[in-house]
């Protein structure tokens, strides 16, 4: 009878898993930031392939790819932000360049980006941007 028992717990256990394992293996896929424009208030980025171009106020940058995030849509991807200014460029002037982190979540749809500065671990602010909208910026002048 115990065994009887026994081979009926495993069978309907190892039925659960066979279940259960499509699913969970499933949500832990990475993905990748679909390419399109996302934007928000200060904030344009332009994702194609493995590269995306952020545009800020009054900087703008790179995040270098690939563009993964995991099962959650959470991502941590690192590029260059470069600071801009209202005026003339000097030439010859080498740019106000850093490493930076790109932080955040997406489901595709929206986004949440956090940048901070690598070298001095400044952080730049959170974004809050929707695919399809182009941002709205007031560039320097």
């Excluded at 424009?37 to 545009?55: C, D, F, N, Q, Y």
């Excluded at 002037?93 to 489901?107: E, F, I, L, R, V």
Aim: proline fraction near 5%; charged fraction near 25%.
């Amino acid at each position: 009878m115990r065994s009887y028992q026994r081979t009926k717990f495993v069978c309907a256990f190892s039925l659960l898993l066979i279940l259960l394992f499509p699913a969970v293996a499933k949500n832990r896929k990475m993905r990748i930031i679909p390419d399109g424009t996302w934007g928000g208030p200060h904030i344009r980025i332009s994702v194609e392939g493995k590269l995306a171009a952020v545009e800020y106020d009054c900087a703008h940058g790179t995040i270098e790819g690939p563009l993964n995030t995991d099962g959650e849509g959470r991502f941590r991807l690192s590029g260059s932000h470069i600071r801009e200014r209202g005026g003339p460029v000097r030439l010859g002037k080498a740019p106000d360049s850093h490493p930076a982190q790109y932080t955040g979540w997406t489901d595709g749809k929206k986004m949440t980006l956090a940048v901070t500065l690598v070298n001095t671990n400044e952080e730049l602010g959170t974004f809050e941007l929707t695919r399809g909208q182009e941002g709205r910026l007031w560039k320097c002048k």
